[in-house]
């Protein structure tokens, strides 16, 4: 749209005249200043000179054409911001301006970019942290480096070595084919790590998510090195072929990772049962902190005894490691918050920053006092630059001709095919492994963060990064939870930044491994061993009591057999633990779900409710029809907790979408047993009825006190009395002012309150049989005169089981209990406003139930003689009383009829 200004000549001095939007220029500006603190910004495309106006000039900024006799005005990013406004004795408005300065125009950009630098900063020390400790981790320490050695000549590199023990009879001791073997390892997981965070960045719908190596699959990368160096022995040959299958567990992992997200097969992953992931975990903890012991003493720990004892002459280097890890758990227990959990999350980090500077300081006070130097077996071998027999130590440059060997070192010519066969089955456990991080690391972090997220995007994102790391030889890579939770609390987000971490960690590509040369052994020891005792106690020691004595002896036996058999073996033990847990929890019932219903012909045994809220709960759009019931059968376990999840999905799909539920009653009342992989979808099951059908309630219902096999505790979202609940619900969305936060009152709001005088409280008990009886005021009033004021406390019993009933009583304050004698356990709380005795004294039958006083009580009492004396005097007025037994009799029927198919399953 073009606007029409005064004509003017095509000279850059004239000012232009703007059609007036406003009655007078003066009235634009204080319009102007009102609406905002700040002029707009002018956008016209003339040297610095002045402009008149008749009107205020909108948000929008415009653009000078002077192409045609008038003005159009078009968007422009060539802004300028007035500097000074004057009016003129012709009511116009002169706007004095010039150019802003390029800072100042993008000085909103650079303030988040600034944001961004600390979080940058922080990621980009932990790679250098992380990758300097699992870096020298990726081969067995008795593959020694070339850099304290010669390089094996060219005739001995593919010579087997024999074969005695350890690790299915064979003994790893021979020199790396490599100078600087701690180098490769360090840029191999800087490279996956770039790879991952690159992909993430432009493939992932978190703006703040951080990829990082898989370090948990350390473990894998040395089996395989066993493996690979049996057959091949110490040469660039066996490397070769090493390198080929960390790629191609790289592109398999990246394949199912991309397949499960095109194909919507996400679920599957949570077929694994949980016990068996936990024995992995904490097997993997423990293989871990051993590595941390080796890469400290910088020789492998064989058990045996030549291998104890060679691993005890080393322990000199271990103190170091103990001493430093004992410092951070006492640090870390002494700052716990009362909840347990630590009031500094970045203690751990920054502790393992300090230990260097610290080692340093204490090198320095023991050269001063003995005289001697700390042996170089406390650092990590320099870098070498080797040439034929001749090894320049040292080597500091930033490009040598080691930088690129992670891309040199494949050779498909040398690649042992028998090697790859026999890797088979510790490649299926890597890569069964490697798909247990994503499926809890991106819920967590998408609940931490605030996002929503599609699991099938996220894992076509990872098939991605870890297929194009795979294509280049490099490692599996992740989203790291907690490098993520960091960056995001540290304030990053966004494309830019998640680059900017990229460019950085490739500076490290280069520059990282020469700074390991400086880093103490300990160092890096120490945050193994800190990192594989938290795996052990997240999968074993914190499992206690969470599983049941089958599964909690599955996960020792395969945490025990990962660290004594290796990871082939772990696989075979995790599969047997699940099948015999399957074996052992599997019921007669294949079906999870009995049956569904809606609630529109249920009644809770809530009855002092208000005809509002009856009118409520009977409506056909906001009543007890919007409550949807579902009751599940024998035994929920790992093996159909899809099938419940999915079939409760599939019957709220099949319902009208004007009538889905609101509210959402799962029934587990003819449940057997649940294991904890059941346990923790059931949990999950809440999140996904809201944000797949809008039914943010959903009421778990155990139907048992004693709960399930299962020991996770579930008691957060199990609610016993379902139906009151939902009822009360309902009423909430509608009407909140009809219910209280405890128990039930009148459309007064009185209940419970200290009553100012007993007009007040007569007042008070007329209302009440008022919403009971519905009959006119009038009659109610003369009938409450025939009642007497009655004063109990605690302890006192109003009436027995079986005793004569000579009275109806009606509870105007406190709190009473009606238990059955003939029946163990049987008890009925007594709410305010409740008449009790009514249908005895209608009857004059026997009392059914004893009545004790929990607290002091306020009741009116109608005895039998009044009672008599009313019926004679007055027969309408009578009628108050029948009204109140016909209800409650109704109420009482519908309550007793409460049914779901055969039996009565649902605690109402």
């Known amino acids: ?437 994503v499926p809890i690391n991106i819920p967590a972090f998408a609940v931490s963060s605030n996002v929503e997220v599609d699991m099938n995007v996220e894992l076509m994102a990872h098939g991605y990064s870890n297929g194009i790391a795979g294509m280049l030889g490099g490692l599996q890579n992740y989203m790291a939870y907690t490098q993520s939770m960091i960056y995001f609390k540290s304030g990053g987000t966004g494309k830019a930044s998640s680059l900017a971490v990229v460019l950085l960690t490739t500076v490290l590509f280069f520059i990282g491994p020469q700074i390991a040369s400086y880093l103490p052994r300990c160092m890096a020891g120490t945050l193994l061993l800190h990192c594989g005792i938290d795996l052990f106690i997240e999968g074993v020691y914190d499992a206690y009591g969470k599983y049941d004595y089958l599964e909690y002896a599955g996960i020792w036996a395969i945490a025990l057999v990962m660290t004594i058999g290796g990871m082939e073996a772990a696989l075979i033990a995790g599969t047997i633990c699940a099948l015999l847990t399957f074996a052992i929890q599997s019921i007669a019932y294949p079906k999870p779900i009995r049956g569904s219903m809606t609630a529109a012909t249920l009644r809770s045994s809530e009855w002092n409710r208000c005809p509002r809220a009856f009118e409520i709960l009977d409506s056909e759009v906001t009543g007890r029809i919007r409550i949807f019931v579902v009751q599940l059968q024998g035994h929920l376990f790992f093996g159909n907790v899809s099938l419940f999840s999915d079939g409760l999905k599939e019957l709220i799909m099949n319902i009208a979408e004007d009538k889905r539920p609101l509210i959402a009653i799962i029934d587990l009342s003819l449940v057997l047993g649940i294991d904890s992989s059941a346990a923790q979808a059931i949990i999950k099951l809440r999140d996904a009825l809201a944000n797949q059908f809008c039914i943010n309630l959903s009421i778990f219902v155990s139907g048992s006190s004693d709960g399930f096999p299962c020991e996770i505790n579930l008691s957060e979202v199990l609610k016993y009395q379902a139906l009151i609940y939902a009822e009360d619900a309902l009423i909430s969305m509608i009407d909140p002012s009809l219910l209280c936060s405890s128990i039930k009152q009148s459309i007064l709001g009185k209940q419970n309150r200290q009553l100012e005088s007993l007009d007040d409280e007569k007042s008070y008990a007329i209302e009440l049989l008022l919403l009971k009886c519905g009959e006119e005021k009038n009659f109610v009033e003369k009938f409450f005169s025939y009642c007497t004021r009655e004063v109990y406390n605690q302890g006192d019993v109003i009436w027995r089981q079986g005793t004569k009933s000579d009275c109806a009583k009606l509870l105007l304050s406190g709190n009473l209990i009606a238990s059955l004698e003939n029946e163990a356990g049987t008890t009925e709380t007594i709410s305010v406003g409740s008449v009790i005795g009514e249908s005895g004294l209608v009857q004059n039958c026997n009392r059914n139930s004893t009545v004790l006083v929990l607290e002091r009580s306020v009741l009116y009492n109608l005895s039998r003689e009044s009672w008599e004396e009313l019926k004679e005097k007055d027969p309408r007025c009578a009628h108050v009383l029948y009204a109140i037994v016909v209800r409650y009799l109704t109420l009482r029927v519908q309550h007793c009829s409460n049914r779901i198919f055969e039996t009565r399953c649902l605690p109402i």
């Not at 690979?228 to 992992?253: C, D, P």
């Not at 045996?304 to 006492?330: C, D, Q, Y």
């Open 1 to 437: 749209m073009t606007t029409p200004l005064a004509p003017s000549p095509k000279r850059r001095s004239a000012p232009h005249i703007v059609t007036p939007t406003f009655r007078s220029s003066r009235d634009a500006m204080l319009s102007a200043s009102l609406a905002a603190p700040e002029l707009p910004y002018l956008s016209i495309s003339e040297t610095n000179e002045d402009v008149c106006l008749y009107g205020a000039i909108d948000d929008t900024h415009y653009n000078d054409n002077d192409d045609d006799d008038h003005h159009s005005l078009e968007p422009s990013g060539n802004h300028r911001r007035a500097d000074h406004i004057s009016f003129s004795d012709d009511n116009l408005m002169r706007v004095s301006y010039s150019r802003t300065p390029w800072l100042h125009q993008n000085w909103d950009c650079l303030q988040r970019a600034a944001s961004q630098v600390p979080a940058i900063a922080l990621v980009t020390l932990f790679h250098l942290m992380v990758g300097i400790p699992f870096g020298v981790s990726y081969f067995p320490a008795s593959w020694k480096s070339s850099s304290n050695s010669m390089t094996l000549s060219a005739s001995g590199e593919g010579e087997n070595v024999e074969s005695t023990e350890y690790h299915g009879g064979f003994v790893l001791d021979g020199n790396f084919p490599l100078p600087g073997k701690e180098a490769l390892g360090i840029r191999m997981f800087l490279f996956s790590t770039i790879l991952g965070q690159l992909v993430m960045a432009y493939a992932s719908s978190f703006k703040n998510c951080i990829a990082l190596q898989m370090v948990e699959n350390v473990p894998f990368c040395q089996s395989l090195t066993y493996i690979v160096v049996e057959i091949q022995g110490y040469g660039r040959e066996a490397l070769s072929t090493l390198f080929f299958l960390f790629g191609l567990a790289s592109v398999i992992v990246g394949l199912v990772f991309y397949l499960l997200g095109r194909f919507s097969l996400g679920r599957i992953l949570y077929f694994f049962p949980a016990h068996v992931l936990i024995g992995c975990i904490g097997g993997i903890g423990i293989f871990i902190a051993k590595t941390g012991l080796e890469v400290t003493a910088n020789t492998s720990l064989s058990f045996n005894r030549n291998g104890w004892s060679t691993f005890i002459a080393k322990f000199h280097l271990l103190v170091v490691v103990f001493v430093f890890e004992s410092g951070l758990r006492v640090i870390s227990y002494w700052t716990k918050d009362e909840s347990g959990k630590s009031k500094y999350p970045l203690l751990s980090p920054i502790y393992f920053c300090t230990i260097p500077p610290f080692f340093y300081a204490c090198a320095a006070m023991w050269r001063f006092v003995s005289g001697q130097t700390v042996d170089d077996e406390f650092f990590f071998p320099p870098l070498t630059e080797c040439k034929g027999n001749n090894c320049n130590h040292g080597d500091s440059r930033l490009w040598g001709d080691d930088v690129l060997e992670i891309f040199q070192v494949i050779d498909f010519s040398s690649i042992s095919w028998v090697a790859v066969i026999r890797s088979i089955p510790t490649m299926i456990a890597l890569v069964m492994f490697s798909l247990i991080h």
